[in-house]
């Protein structure tokens, strides 16, 4: 298979599903990170390292 060929053919399911939760948890960490309310540190502290998870998982 080339490259022209591989860049042609669909996504496998795993890496839609991996791709998918990648995008949730940045999301997730957007929302926790912009609270209008004051949110226990350890949550801030988690919801910072989710974007490099998702980014990687993504």
Request: cysteine-free; glycine content about 12%.
């Given at each position: 298979m080339n490259i022209v060929q591989?860049?042609?053919s669909l996504t496998?399911?795993?890496f839609k599903?991996?791709?998918?939760?990648?995008?949730a948890l940045l999301n997730i960490s957007r929302s926790v990170?912009?609270?209008?309310?004051v949110l226990p540190?350890?949550?801030v502290t988690l919801a910072s390292y989710?974007?490099?998870?998702?980014?990687i998982a993504q």
């Open positions: 591989r860049a042609k496998p399911k795993f599903v991996l791709r998918s939760i990648g995008l990170i912009a609270a209008p309310f540190v350890a949550v989710l974007p490099v998870a998702g980014g």
